[in-house]
């Protein structure tokens, strides 16, 4: 399978099987889109009008001995096979829900302003280091196990995130493993010695930030209703500086009421930001701030318009890393990884402040998908194999996608969702990942041309 497009003037093709990306003129894009559906002869025919046979013809055999080389047009059978499932294996992430509260009211919060549809929480100490226990008992033979403090805001929490993360330096040195700890806030109640803490242990750093101060405060305002963007954006602009620009994001969301995001991408990094993500929201069609398809053709103009100024910037020195024009195209992801995806529920899952495992954050609450305690120690591993058998190959609408094996099918929590089958991908977020993924292909095309 292949697949060709154009990025503001750039001729594209990926070989989707081994993963090649070729960099073609307007004719030799012209031979490779029309050679899975027309014969050489045929091909020659339909563009003997716009260009010389003779060079028509050369192209063709260069693309001949493309395929030869297993470059173009390649076929690698495994990855079309359908199987029943990947084998749930070991446990190596867990999202470790410390704070079911929250100081902000954001208007699109999927967790309900932090309560995730219930009572606002803490995590008790006790109920963290059972959870860390788990983790290290389910992990078998992994050293590196990866565990980030998420709420509602986990600073509401911070003295039992602390005492956790001096816990599982203990279970390091007894189990010879080690913790990747990450924290996600919304950077509201920052302070200096938070941040001194942050660089000691935190692997990374996730800051929640809309990007310009007029849409951050109209959706994310404090308990008493007030604007959180100055605060907020002053103390991720301190994490950042801290961190000397590594290991941290800040993090956005877009929503109906500001299509026009690129905006708030080039706002964050005019503040400042080098890592920056802007994720569209996830609501339900009902909701006064959800993304409906009637925007979508407008949010893949923004993607155009954001790719272009990225390129520009990049180039002139106004260096930053946008998180979706990002990917591997050298080795990327082992195909495990590219079949499975974020390994939700399978190789992650998420334990709320009253100890129940779910398969990630987005699904805590829903019914059905509790899947244990960490009180208990047990895990219900018919929910990990449903989730482990919901990889792309088995997701009869990825089977023809040229992008499958980079998106690896969705998120499973958005499939339930909108289909309630973890097999049926959200149509919204396929589109805006095949946008993204050409324009992240494009940004590394435009950049090796210099």
Same mark, same amino acid.
């Given at each position: 399978?292949?697949?060709?497009?154009?990025?503001?003037?750039?001729?594209?093709?990926?070989d989707?099987?081994?993963?090649?990306?070729?960099?073609?003129?307007?004719?030799?894009?012209?031979?490779?889109?029309?050679?899975?559906?027309?014969?050489?002869?045929?091909?020659?025919?339909?563009?003997?009008?716009?260009?010389?046979?003779?060079e028509?013809?050369?192209?063709?055999?260069? +693309?001949?001995?493309?395929?030869?080389?297993?470059?173009?047009?390649?076929?690698?059978?495994?990855?079309?096979?359908?199987?029943?499932?990947?084998?749930?294996?070991?446990?190596?992430?867990?999202?470790?829900?410390?704070?079911?509260?929250?100081?902000?009211?954001?208007?699109?919060?999927?967790?309900?302003?932090?309560?995730?549809?219930?009572?606002r929480?803490?995590?008790?100490?006790?109920?963290?280091?059972?959870?860390? &226990?788990?983790? +290290?008992?389910?992990?078998?033979?992994?050293?590196?196990?990866?565990?980030?403090?998420?709420?509602?805001?986990?600073?509401?929490n911070?003295?039992? +995130?602390?005492?956790?993360?001096?816990?599982?330096?203990?279970?390091?040195?007894?189990? &010879?493993?080690k913790?990747r700890?990450?924290?996600?806030?919304?950077?509201?109640?920052?302070?200096?010695?938070?941040?001194?803490?942050?660089?000691?242990?935190?692997?990374?750093?996730?800051?929640?930030?809309?990007?310009?101060?007029?849409?951050?405060?109209?959706?994310?305002?404090?308990?008493?209703?007030?604007?959180?963007?100055?605060?907020?954006?002053?103390?991720?602009?301190?994490?950042?500086?801290?961190?000397?620009?590594?290991?941290?994001y800040?993090?956005?969301?877009?929503?109906?009421?500001?299509?026009?995001?690129?905006?708030?991408?080039?706002?964050? #990094?005019?503040?400042?930001?080098?890592?920056?993500?802007?994720?569209? +929201?996830?609501?339900?069609?009902?909701?006064?701030?959800?993304l409906?398809?009637?925007?979508?053709?407008?949010?893949?103009?923004?993607?155009?318009?954001?790719?272009?100024?990225?390129?520009?910037?990049?180039? &002139?020195?106004?260096?930053?890393?946008?998180f979706?024009?990002?990917?591997?195209?050298?080795?990327?992801?082992?195909?495990?990884?590219?079949?499975?995806?974020?390994?939700?529920?399978?190789?992650?899952?998420?334990?709320?402040?009253?100890?129940?495992?779910?398969?990630c954050?987005?699904?805590?609450?829903?019914?059905?998908?509790?899947?244990?305690?960490?009180?208990?120690?047990?895990i &219900?591993?018919?929910?990990?194999?449903?989730?482990? #058998?919901?990889?792309?190959?088995n997701?009869e609408?990825?089977?023809?996608?040229?992008?499958?094996?980079?998106?690896?099918?969705?998120?499973?929590?958005?499939?339930q #969702?909108?289909?309630?089958?973890?097999?049926?991908?959200?149509?919204?977020?396929?589109?805006m990942?095949?946008?993204?993924?050409?324009? #992240?292909?494009?940004?590394?095309?435009?950049?090796?041309?210099?």
């Amino acid at each position: 399978m292949v697949h060709t497009f154009c990025q503001d003037g750039r001729y594209l093709a990926l070989d989707v099987d081994s993963g090649a990306v070729h960099m073609l003129d307007e004719l030799g894009y012209e031979v490779v889109s029309r050679w899975e559906k027309s014969s050489k002869e045929e091909i020659v025919e339909a563009l003997a009008g716009r260009f010389a046979r003779a060079e028509i013809e050369e192209v063709a055999g260069e +693309v001949e001995e493309l395929i030869r080389n297993g470059t173009l047009f390649s076929h690698d059978e495994s990855l079309y096979t359908p199987q029943t499932a990947l084998k749930p294996g070991v446990i190596k992430a867990m999202c470790l829900h410390v704070a079911h509260d929250c100081n902000l009211r954001c208007k699109y919060c999927f967790a309900s302003t932090g309560s995730f549809h219930g009572q606002r929480l803490l995590m008790p100490l006790e109920v963290g280091k059972k959870a860390l &226990d788990l983790l +290290v008992a389910r992990s078998g033979g992994r050293k590196f196990l990866e565990v980030d403090f998420f709420g509602g805001d986990p600073m509401l929490n911070f003295k039992v +995130v602390k005492e956790l993360v001096a816990y599982g330096r203990e279970l390091e040195k007894k189990y &010879d493993k080690k913790f990747r700890f990450t924290i996600t806030t919304n950077a509201y109640a920052l302070d200096e010695e938070t941040i001194e803490y942050f660089n000691r242990e935190m692997s990374n750093v996730v800051l929640s930030v809309d990007g310009r101060k007029e849409v951050h405060d109209a959706m994310r305002p404090t308990v008493k209703g007030t604007g959180s963007w100055d605060r907020a954006m002053k103390n991720a602009q301190k994490v950042a500086q801290a961190r000397n620009q590594q290991n941290y994001y800040v993090r956005g969301t877009f929503t109906r009421d500001n299509l026009d995001f690129s905006n708030d991408v080039l706002a964050l #990094a005019d503040a400042g930001f080098e890592q920056v993500s802007v994720e569209p +929201v996830v609501l339900s069609p009902d909701s006064p701030y959800a993304l409906l398809e009637e925007h979508l053709p407008g949010i893949l103009e923004q993607y155009d318009i954001l790719y272009k100024e990225y390129v520009k910037r990049r180039a &002139d020195g106004r260096w930053f890393s946008f998180f979706h024009f990002c990917v591997d195209l050298q080795g990327g992801p082992c195909i495990k990884k590219r079949l499975s995806g974020c390994g939700a529920g399978v190789e992650y899952i998420a334990v709320t402040p009253d100890g129940e495992i779910f398969p990630c954050h987005q699904f805590v609450g829903r019914p059905g998908y509790c899947m244990g305690s960490v009180i208990t120690g047990e895990i &219900d591993e018919s929910i990990r194999e449903k989730f482990a #058998a919901a990889h792309v190959l088995n997701k009869e609408k990825c089977a023809s996608c040229w992008a499958r094996l980079y998106c690896t099918g969705g998120c499973a929590a958005n499939a339930q #969702a909108f289909h309630d089958d973890l097999t049926k991908p959200y149509e919204m977020e396929c589109e805006m990942e095949k946008k993204r993924l050409e324009c #992240a292909i494009a940004v590394q095309a435009a950049e090796l041309e210099g």
